[in-house]
């Protein structure tokens, strides 16, 4: 375990007032959102902004005093030294990585660095401004090609941020009198696009389709329009959708079909080309593919692709692409090298979804839960709480494995987990090592468990 030096210790008021914090905050993550203190009515020039009144300031702090009690260093926002990719260094170290979303291990690879290199001298950097009024460089347009031909659709159009991708999407798209139906697990840009949007917003369980089609019997005499939103790869679960099933439902009940390929380019599919690929079914049954840069195409940005009436569309009206500075130019050129790479080296896919495969099945062997992950590059751990959770993953550290523990609120406290993120470049013995490492650490937890009750023995010194 890692463990911070001894002047760091909190005294005796820090660790009682961090065993309360951890109290409050235990209680009200498996109840009701916090009440909100009252404002005063009468504002004073002279008193600094109160930020802590806000939701979620107290879970914020609960993280860090939890963490502290029981000397983990935070796992969050940890530095690596260089580039992290199947294998990282952290402080100087060598870790087998789990935590980079590097699919296809072409973060760093010389022919997508050599774009990016090529374009900052003839472009430099920056766009310089929103396309609409700073104009757009060639390499824009190159890449919005490149991604249509990827699924075979008319047009599409880059996003100088893939959760903005979503935001402005949906935002654009529906209207207070619309409704949008998403699977449970949802991303929580979707989620955000739908609130911007002020559309009816409802979900049904986990690729659950006879719940969707029940929500969409219901609906099916409303005015307004309906989208339905999937992702092709579930970014917690490591699991997909039956894009078939989807594509019957939306002839029958005529909804808009949304599928977010974050996680599903370079993943599914024989050739990377994702959940379309996946089934067999031609790109077009989907009205709207929405997928991000930032994943396999080791970049950052987010696009949507389909017809050109939705593109023109968006490029035209979307307030994320219209008030946003364009994709900086060596972005877009890397961006557009890494599909380069990806359709002319398949062999990366294959590597990337063997190795998701084994990771599965070695953990299924160990007899760790891996919850409804089918091994789509994603295999969750699931732990069940969040203390043990983080308390594990910090111990994996000293075992030469990096995996982040995901706790609530990104999941429900139940759900808490270890994510596993795997890549081409990942071994069958980095993986092995991997899950011997869990076990290991999971068996001494166990024997000597971190409880409410211990952290107050802590808290009191
Ligand atoms: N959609 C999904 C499913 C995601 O997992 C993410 C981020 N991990 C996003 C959208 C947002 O993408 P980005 O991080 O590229 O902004």
């Known amino acids: 375990m890692t463990t911070k030096g001894s002047s760091k210790k909190l005294n005796v008021e820090d ?8 109290r409050r905050t235990k209680n009200r993550a498996s109840s009701q959102p916090a009440q909100r203190e009252p404002l005063s009515p009468v504002p004073d020039a002279n008193v600094r902004a109160d930020f802590s009144i806000l939701p979620g300031f107290r879970e914020m702090r609960l993280q860090k005093a939890a963490a502290e009690l029981l000397e983990i260093d935070n796992p969050f926002f940890r530095a690596h030294d260089g580039r992290a990719s199947a294998l990282t260094r952290i402080g100087g170290k060598e870790y087998i990585n789990f935590s980079s979303y590097d699919y296809l291990g072409l973060n760093g690879h010389p022919a997508v660095q050599k774009a990016a290199r090529d374009a900052v001298d003839r472009y430099g950097i920056s766009a310089g401004a929103s396309r609409v009024v700073g104009g757009e460089r060639p390499i824009h347009r190159d890449l919005e090609r490149k991604i249509a031909e990827v699924y075979g659709v008319e047009d599409a159009v880059v996003f100088v941020s893939g959760h903005a991708t979503n935001v402005s ?5 529906l209207q207070p009198e619309d409704t949008i139906i998403h699977d449970a697990f949802i991303h929580n840009s979707i989620v955000t696009g739908a609130r911007l949007s002020g559309a009816s917003r409802q979900s ?3 690729n659950d389709f006879e719940a969707l089609e029940g929500l969409l019997r219901r609906r099916s005499s409303k005015k307004g329009k309906v989208l339905v939103a999937v992702e092709g ?15 019957e439902l939306k002839r029958r009940y005529g909804f808009w079909l949304m599928v977010d390929e974050a996680h599903a380019l370079g993943i599914l599919g024989k050739t990377g080309r994702g959940l379309h690929e996946h089934w067999n079914i031609d790109a077009n049954e989907v009205d709207i593919w929405m997928g991000t840069c930032s994943k396999t195409l080791a970049g950052c940005g987010g696009y949507i692709a389909g017809s050109r009436d939705l593109t023109e569309y968006l490029k035209f009206s979307a307030s994320g692409f219209v008030f946003s500075v364009g994709m900086p130019p060596p972005v877009a050129a890397s961006i557009s090298a890494a599909i380069d790479m990806m359709l002319a080296e398949p062999e990366r896919v294959e590597r990337v979804q063997e190795a998701g495969r084994c990771l599965l099945k070695l953990a299924r062997q160990e007899g760790l839960e891996t919850g409804t992950s089918d091994g789509h590059a994603v295999v969750p751990v699931m732990i069940g709480d969040s203390i043990k959770a983080t308390t594990i993953a910090a111990r994996l550290l000293g075992e030469g494995v990096n995996v982040l523990p995901i706790i609530y609120p990104a999941v429900p406290e139940r759900s808490s987990r270890l994510r596993f993120f795997v890549t081409s470049d990942h071994t069958e013995e980095q993986l092995k090592q991997a899950v011997t490492a869990v076990s290991k650490v999971w068996e001494e937890y166990d024997r000597d468990p971190v409880s409410l009750a211990k952290l107050a023995q802590l808290a009191a010194g």
């Not at 999407?169 to 798209?173: F, K, M, R, W």
């Not at 790869?233 to 594509?247: F, Q």
């Open 15 to 22: 660790r009682r007032a961090a065993l309360s914090s951890v």
């Open 169 to 173: 999407t949906i935002g654009q798209l």
């Open 204 to 206: 049904f369980p986990h």
């Open 233 to 247: 790869v579930y970014s917690m679960d490591g699991d997909c959708p039956d894009l078939t099933r989807l594509v």
